[in-house]
Nanobody
Framework: QVQLVESGGGLVQAGGSLRLSCVAS????????MGWYRQVPGKQRELVAN???????YYAESVKGRSTISRDYAKNTVYLQMNSLKPEDTAVYCC???????????WGQGTQVTVSS
């Protein structure tokens, strides 16, 4: 089992910045991908960004150029720095952990990001 704990969400004005953090603990295989999805009620869940250990980050077009995903491998932590936030970025952001060595993917509880206009 892998446990994920997110932090860093909140309320911010349009144009502002937030940094989300997600710490993984438990059976965290060294070969893995960590990333962030976001969910808005009534809309399809969107993959925002992810990064395979040592790989090239992926970003959704909607956040490309405004967001940076990074990892601290020593701390089993993934970060999502979001800049120039827009009201349409408002969502619940969920961290996830996946490994080809594990049959399950794991999810955090989600953190709310609200961007006011």
């Amino acid at each position: 089992q892998v446990q994920l704990v997110e932090s860093g969400g909140g309320l911010v004005q349009a144009g502002g910045s937030l940094r989300l953090s997600c710490v993984a603990s438990g059976r965290t295989f060294s070969v893995n991908t960590m990333g962030w999805y976001r969910q808005v009620p009534g809309k399809q869940r969107e993959l925002v960004a992810n990064i395979h250990n040592g790989g090239t980050p992926y970003y959704a077009e909607s956040v490309k150029g405004r967001s940076t995903i990074s990892r601290d491998y020593a701390k089993n932590t993934v970060y999502l720095q979001m800049n120039s936030l827009k009201p349409e970025d408002t969502a619940v952001y969920c961290c996830y952990f996946a490994s080809p060595l594990d049959t399950k993917n794991y999810w955090g509880q989600g953190t709310q990001v609200t961007v006011s206009s």
